[in-house]
């Protein structure tokens, strides 16, 4: 391919939802333990800390600890599931099983394969983040019906992280690599955005820092939609995390139109 042609903005289609259909098909045959694998760290998390740590911790921010830290592990659910799905599920397919190579002797287009697998890795984050949300519910650390908001939410922030990890995807060429994006990247996000303590109790210059991760702005405005409160600057919260989708979908795009089309 040309330059030009690689880095063309992507074209989208609903061709893109014959892979995700095949994906789903496939994950419907390992429905237990992939539920069992992404569903059960989280749960730990909000179990182990929310009493263990809770009983220290008392109140954070007006909030019971357990209720704060409910909507935390709901985004970081969403954050890992789709970052694990766009990368070790994804390369598998791409590298390893050369799915991809096969989906691309149809009628489909390098973009139509990455935005089917994408929006597969959001509907697994969203899988996986309303089984936490369902037992928050059922332990009473959720307001009222408002929370069934953070649905749609959940699945922006698992697109938005699949994006980001298929540039990761994109360019590795061996599992390997994925160690030091889960290391370097994402378990910094999960202890900065404030899914166990509030953004405030950081030093200022980490806290805005902080600030620039799509991570805390899911979290600005799933944990208001959980407790009962109003969020604040919707807008803007949306705006990150759709301008970090936007140019990690363009990047993968063009990366995997060299790698694959040559």
């Not at 740590?53 to 935390?72: C, D, I, N, Q």
């Not at 953070?150 to 061996?174: D, E, H, K, N, Y």
């Not at 969020?231 to 990047?251: D, G, K, R, W």
Request: charged content about 10%; hydrophobic content about 60%.
């Amino acid at each position: 391919m040309t330059t030009r042609q690689v880095l063309a903005l992507p074209r989208l289609s609903w061709r893109f939802t014959a892979v995700w259909r095949r994906n789903f098909n496939v994950w419907r045959k390992l429905l237990l333990p992939s539920v069992v694998g992404n569903f059960g760290e989280p749960l730990l998390y909000l179990l182990a800390l929310g009493y263990g740590f809770g009983r220290m911790v008392g109140e954070v921010g007006g909030l019971p600890y357990m209720v704060f830290l409910a909507s935390g592990i709901v985004c970081s659910s969403a954050m890992t599931a789709a970052s694990f799905e766009a990368m070790y599920s994804a390369f598998t397919r791409m590298h390893m099983q050369q799915t991809w190579a096969a989906m691309l002797h149809a009628p489909l287009e390098v973009e139509d394969v990455l935005l089917g697998e994408v929006l597969w890795a959001g509907s697994k984050a969203l899988i996986n983040s309303a089984a936490i949300l369902l037992v928050a519910i059922a332990l009473g650390l959720v307001a009222d019906w408002r929370a069934l908001w953070v649905l749609p939410i959940v699945l922006l922030t698992g697109v938005c992280f699949a994006c980001m990890a298929m540039v990761v995807t994109a360019l590795a060429r061996s599992y390997d690599v994925f160690t030091y994006y889960f290391t370097l990247v994402l378990t910094p996000m999960l202890l900065l955005s404030g899914v166990f303590f509030p953004l405030d109790q950081l030093p200022p210059a980490i806290a805005a820092g902080a600030r620039l991760l799509p991570l805390a702005h899911a979290i600005e405005l799933i944990r208001p939609q959980m407790i009962g409160a109003e969020a604040t600057s919707v807008s803007l919260h949306l705006a990150v995390i759709l301008a970090y989708a936007a140019l990690a979908f363009c990047v993968c795009t063009a990366v995997l139109r060299r790698r694959l089309r040559g």
